[in-house]
């Protein structure tokens, strides 16, 4: 049967580059807080949620 259709090829993907800078290629990203499907809290909320 693989003479009939050749042999399945898989395409190879570049490796992900999850919590790296976008920017330089080379830092570590860090989670600092997460929304759900509503999205962000109003902005005076927020200022409370934030270290700082």
Do not use: S
Not at 7 to 27: D, F, M, N, Q, S
């Amino acid at each position: 049967m693989e003479q009939q259709i050749g042999k399945a090829t898989i395409k190879e993907r570049p490796p992900l580059k999850h919590r790296v800078c976008y920017t330089c290629g080379k830092g570590q990203l860090v989670t600092l807080i997460t929304f759900d499907a509503r999205g962000p809290p109003p902005l005076d909320v927020l200022a409370y949620l934030t270290p700082g």
